[in-house]
């Protein structure tokens, strides 16, 4: 049975741990970077002193531009889990890196269907491609609550430029549509915004933060549960489709103000959202993925972990 699988792109911070987890369950892993000159740097931040687990590492150049590149980090791997970072001289995402995004998920699947091992793909999306343009008088909304049946309404990314949004919501669909055509079997994974030591206020993801609060789908994921998802989604022969993943909701003040001291902290928070004892009703739910995680328990690192818990941010 072949346990080579691709990780691409294996530098950003899902990527690193994706790798650093697969290896540690004995897969052999293509680590694919953006720039192979990071190669050091990435193996600094891998931290795994495992002589026998490092000899399953092997470390690709792979440009999501390059098509070539693609097929040779591909080569030999049963699967690939996917993610986009943007390239380092233009991180800010605009109309520009949305355009990027999709020509690079569409190289990525179309290497994936003449790569005859690759047997499924693992596309990590964002939940900025379900939540946008469903007010809740929406009657496709069912019961108004979001899911991973769900997609956010282009025209109203572009509206209101929320480009973050509209790149994720354009480079899935152009993921699925090739996958489709060309009997790729993927399955996405629609994360949340990812808490971390690297989040700062200028994360893309933040924009419109006040109206999905407002809405109650303002929903954050935990790295380590993050990965966790991929790999069981990956691992489960039965998955298939979109899983929205997040294991906290702020929908309330003092999660709120918790977030905002992360992003910018302040002396004080203010006055008037201290008085602020709302509870804003969710309209989001990833039922789909809880189910799947329940079956995955016992199959993850050994341990037994409980869905959709509440979670300091």
Not at 87 to 113: F, K, M, Q, W
Not at 146 to 156: A, F, G, K, Y
Not at 249 to 267: F, G, M, R, Y
């Amino acid at each position: 049975m072949n346990s080579a699988i691709c990780v691409m792109d294996a530098s950003s911070c899902l990527g690193t741990k994706l790798v650093k987890c697969l290896l540690q369950r004995g897969y052999i892993v293509h680590a694919a970077l953006q720039n192979y000159g990071e190669s050091s740097l990435f193996l600094d931040e891998l931290e795994c002193d495992d002589d026998d687990k490092m000899k399953k590492l092997k470390i690709f150049q792979s440009d999501p531009f390059d098509y070539h590149s693609i097929v040779d980090a591909l080569k030999g791997c049963c699967a690939l889990f996917y993610s986009f970072e943007p390239p380092r001289d233009h991180s800010t995402y605009d109309e520009y890196i949305g355009e990027v995004e999709v020509r690079a998920a569409h190289n990525v699947l179309e290497a994936c269907a003449q790569t005859d091992t690759i047997e499924k793909v693992v596309f990590t999306s964002s939940a900025t491609a379900i939540i946008w343009g469903h007010p809740e008088n929406d009657q496709n909304s069912a019961s108004m609550l979001l899911d991973e049946r769900h997609w956010s309404d282009i025209n109203v990314c572009r509206k209101f430029k929320l480009w973050h949004a509209l790149s994720k919501t354009l480079a899935e669909k152009t993921a699925w549509a090739l996958a489709m055509d060309r009997g790729v079997n993927m399955v996405s994974v629609n994360a949340g915004l990812l808490m971390g030591p690297d989040l700062t206020i200028k994360n893309p993801y933040l924009k419109g933060a006040a109206e999905m609060y407002e809405d109650g789908v303002f929903v954050t994921v935990d790295l380590d549960f993050l990965v966790e998802a991929h790999i069981c989604v990956y691992e489960q022969i039965s998955t298939y489709g979109r899983y929205l993943c997040f294991n906290h909701i702020i929908n309330q003040t003092e999660d709120a103000v918790k977030l905002a001291n992360i992003l910018s902290p302040l002396p004080s928070s203010p006055q008037s959202m201290e008085s602020d004892t709302r509870i804003i009703q969710e309209r989001i739910s990833n039922k789909k993925l809880n189910k799947l995680m329940v079956e995955c328990q016992p199959q993850i690192n050994g341990k037994s972990r409980g869905m959709l818990m509440k979670v300091s941010t």
